[in-house]
């Protein structure tokens, strides 16, 4: 199961970045990033 769910966050991720562009969808991944590091 955790290989499935893993490739499914990889097409979601591909899905995303096709639809917003992936200027926005890199400084939303590191907008997320420095919140988990902040979370943490």
Do not use: E, K, P
């Not at 990889?10 to 988990?36: C, Y």
Request: proline share 0%; net charge positive.
């Amino acid at each position: 199961m955790g290989v499935a769910s893993a490739w499914l966050w990889l097409i979601v991720g591909v899905i995303l970045m096709f639809i917003f562009g992936r200027g926005q969808v890199s400084g939303l991944l590191v907008d997320i990033g420095n919140g988990i590091g902040t979370f943490r």
